[in-house]
């Protein structure tokens, strides 16, 4: 494979990651609602942000910025990983000092 079908391979890989995280939180977060407080306790939350919101508690913007945010520190961690295991594979392979980094071929 060459580099940029390396790189298309990792953006996917942490596409599909960060869906089934999604899934994962809120498989969690309903699991949560009915087993501790229930629907009823869950939506009176629901509620009273949607108060704070009209009151001018919490801004719409704040909340879409704070959200952005995270995901794009999220996006630049996972993306680093993924940049060294790259580069441990196709700069180092080779190299003295590859170590546990690169992928060693054995020959037998």
Known sequence: ???????????????????????????????????????????????????SFVRGGLHWGDLVSLAFLMFLSWTLIIMTGFLAVILARTILIRSRFAGLLAEKKLSV
Do not use: P, Y
Request: aromatic share 6%.
């Open 1 to 51: 494979m060459n580099l940029g079908a390396k790189f298309i391979s990792a953006i996917l890989q942490m596409l599909i990651v960060f869906g089934v995280s999604c899934a994962a939180v809120a498989v969690s977060t309903a699991g949560a609602v009915l087993t501790i407080g229930g629907l009823s306790d869950f939506l009176e939350m629901v509620q009273m942000m949607s108060e």
